[in-house]
């Protein structure tokens, strides 16, 4: 094996060696405990080589892949140079073995700790049930945390107050008897641990949330899940975290995350949106909500105001803030509603779309709260988070009115009962150019989908990404012996009439040779029901699974359990589908998928650009439309076809961007030639 017939060698004394970290210019050190074992170097050749550790341990199941070996090796020399990194690698890649490899030899090398951030939850899963435990029986023992955010974790302290303090309802009685049975066996105190779904305004009050927890001054301190969890998270080399707490922790100037000097965005496609969501300021009607329940719950009328011990004249003050601001916030979000009219979204264009009644009341109500008499040192430090969350509030509704952030998109926007007003950063690229790329040693981007026309300039100008290295690997399967893309001829008007039942004939009239196992993606869910409607009249004999009526894993299993049935799904389902094997023959892309230009941040983004449809629509509609090719084929004897119902893929200049962007495979608009190919999968 290469040099190496052992991955450690016997324990040596425990020298702690110091990473260090570069943070405006001021170095800070990040010393791990000092490690146990100390290793051999080991090459990425030798684990992930023909006859490396891996392809020992696989046995017959072992498949080399050079494109894996190259990223490794890429992977390794930027974390050694200290550069950024960009790889696009295909499907069957084994991406997160190739970047999971020198990660893990690095953190231990330098005993120092870095991140993996994945934006779906099955790929995290992955990483911490499989990939990891199978590295650790390859490369020998390396530290590892899953971190969550500190809402996953039960607070003891509010638990305690919650229950002692009556702060529940009639109907909630039942579901925290069995909260409080779990609380007296669990380990982690992880919600994702129960074994039924606690409502979520009964979580609310017992999780931990960051302004009420009192850390080392708290009496449950010793017992505490979240500080048990952050401890391990303290230990770890190698911290496994999702897109969501990555961003949350640059929004705090690293409050979230324990230091560290590296991180892998796998799924990177996405991390322009997600980290633009921890950028911006709302404010929404259930948060005013939230708020006022806690200090004085409408229905109970307990809550923070009627615990404390003093009940002077102070706390009267802030019980009548408390339910004229009620009023008051009614009032303030019908006036929203009455400026949305009919619509859901509406872009706020000018300060002031209603007016503002409401920050003021909220300011008074803080500085109510902080006049209050206290007793203890909790009800201080809880009188004071109320506090902060109240002014906060003010300031998160007068910078949305006054419009006063350069750079922002505002809007309003209405889902059901919750009404929102927004503030988003417009352009990211210049704060993660400054708080992740400029902070961070080694930042790597990868995901199956980064180029577009085989470039990555808009994803490096989008997240503010300059001059990486780039790496562009192919994905190992035979796309021309395993994919067939059929575009049917005559849907490319879709403002013509007749066009819906157009598509929906010729839809019918794949799915007539498909016979199920087919996934039908859709840019809209207005058209998806009007074509479920038409299937399920026309087509009886057809399961048809629908996005939104059960949920999305129930609809998969199904699915993978019946042949004949068809899935119609929307946006999430062009990316989260993973249905290797005989169950997913078809996938039908009903029109390409080009960002709606109404939509506020999206309008915002492309009139910053000189020629918006080019260099912001085409990119990013051509790399949703290669996740959504990409759901056919997911192992190497995957067979079967995608069809594109919207024929100016072929009639359109830019359709050349989206024809170059996937991999090579026979393309043909004749459907006799898609049956045949049919013919041939079920022979
Ligand atoms: S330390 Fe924080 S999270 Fe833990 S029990 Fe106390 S308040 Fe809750």
Request: aromatic share 8%.
């Amino acid at each position: 094996m290469a040099g190496l017939s052992t991955p450690k060698r016997k324990p040596k004394s425990a020298v702690g060696r110091s990473c260090t970290q570069r943070s405006g210019g001021n170095e800070t050190v990040c010393l791990l405990p000092a490690p146990v074992v100390l290793y051999l170097p080991m090459k990425i050749v030798d684990i992930l080589g023909k006859t490396g550790l891996v392809a020992d341990a696989m046995g017959q199941a072992y498949e080399f892949r050079p494109q894996q070996m190259e990223m490794a090796e890429a992977v390794q020399k930027a974390l050694r140079s200290k550069t950024h990194l960009v790889v696009e690698a295909g499907t069957g890649v084994g991406k997160s073995l190739a970047y999971l490899v020198p990660l893990i030899l690095w953190a231990r090398d330098e005993n120092c700790r870095v991140v993996i951030a994945t934006y779906t939850k099955a790929l995290q899963q992955q990483i911490i049930k499989k990939d990891i435990p199978f590295l650790k029986t390859v490369l020998g023992d390396f530290r590892v945390a899953l971190c969550v955010g500190g809402e996953n974790y039960l607070c003891l302290r509010r638990f305690d107050q919650l229950r002692m303090g009556d702060l529940y309802e009639q109907a909630e009685i039942d579901p925290l008897n069995r909260l409080f049975q779990w609380s007296t066996h669990t380990r982690t105190g992880l919600r994702s641990e129960l074994s039924f779904e606690p409502p979520w305004g009964l979580w609310g009050k017992a999780c931990r949330e960051a302004d009420l927890c009192f850390g080392r001054e708290c009496a449950n301190y010793k017992d505490c899940f979240y500080q048990k969890g952050k401890l391990l998270e303290q230990q770890a080399q190698v911290l496994v975290a999702n897109h969501h707490l990555f961003f949350a922790d640059m929004a705090t100037g690293g409050n979230v995350l324990p230091q560290h000097k590296a991180v892998v965005f796998d799924e990177a496609h996405q991390i322009e949106d997600v980290a633009t969501d921890y950028l911006g300021i709302e404010v929404s009607n259930f948060s005013v909500r939230y708020l006022l329940d806690n200090l004085l719950s409408q229905r109970t009328r307990k809550g923070l105001l009627t615990r404390l011990k003093v009940q002077g004249g102070e706390v009267h003050v802030a019980r009548d803030l408390v339910d004229d601001l009620r009023l008051t916030a009614e009032n303030f979000f019908l006036n929203l509603h009455d400026a949305l009219k009919q619509e859901t979204v509406l872009r706020v264009r000018q300060p002031g779309i209603i007016p503002d009644i409401l920050s003021v009341p909220l300011t008074k109500l803080k500085d109510a709260l902080l006049a209050l008499k206290v007793d203890t040192l909790e009800e201080e430090q809880e009188v004071k988070a109320f506090a902060g969350r109240a002014g906060g509030m003010a300031s998160a509704i007068r910078q949305n009115l006054d419009q006063g952030q350069e750079g922002f998109v505002y809007w309003a926007e209405r889902e059901n009962k919750r009404y929102r007003l927004v503030a988003s950063p417009i352009d990211i690229a210049e704060t993660l150019r400054e708080h992740l790329f400029g902070r961070l040693d080694t930042a790597v981007l990868t995901s199956a989908t980064l180029s577009a026309s085989g470039s990555f300039n808009y994803i490096k100008g989008r997240v503010g990404l300059d001059a990486p290295t780039d790496l562009l690997l192919d994905s190992p399967f035979d796309f021309e012996n395993q994919a067939l893309l059929y575009i049917s001829p005559g849907l490319d008007d879709q403002q013509a009439a007749g066009y819906q039942e157009r598509f929906d004939r010729e839809l019918m009239a794949v799915l007539g040779i498909t016979r199920g196992r087919t996934l039908v993606l859709f840019t809209s869910y207005g058209q998806l029901r009007k074509t479920r409607e038409t299937l399920r009249s026309a087509m009886p004999k057809l399961g048809i699974l629908c996005q939104g009526e059960m949920p999305a894993y129930r609809l998969i299993e199904q699915f993978k359990e019946q042949p004949n049935v068809v899935l119609l799904g929307t946006a999430s389902f062009w990316q989260g589908i993973d249905i290797p094997g005989d169950a997913l023959q078809c996938v039908v892309i009903a029109k390409l998928p080009f960002a709606v230009p109404d939509e506020p941040l999206i309008e915002a983004r492309m009139e910053r650009l000189k020629n918006p449809f080019y260099e912001y629509q085409v990119p990013q509609a051509t790399l949703l439309f290669r996740q959504g090719f990409g759901r056919l084929i997911r192992t190497k004897t995957d067979k079967g076809a995608v069809v594109v119902l919207d024929t100016r893929i072929m009639t359109k200049n830019y359709g050349k961007s989206f024809l170059k962007s996937i991999p090579k495979c026979t393309i043909t608009d004749d459907r006799e030639e898609f049956r045949k190919f049919f013919d041939g999968l079920r022979s």
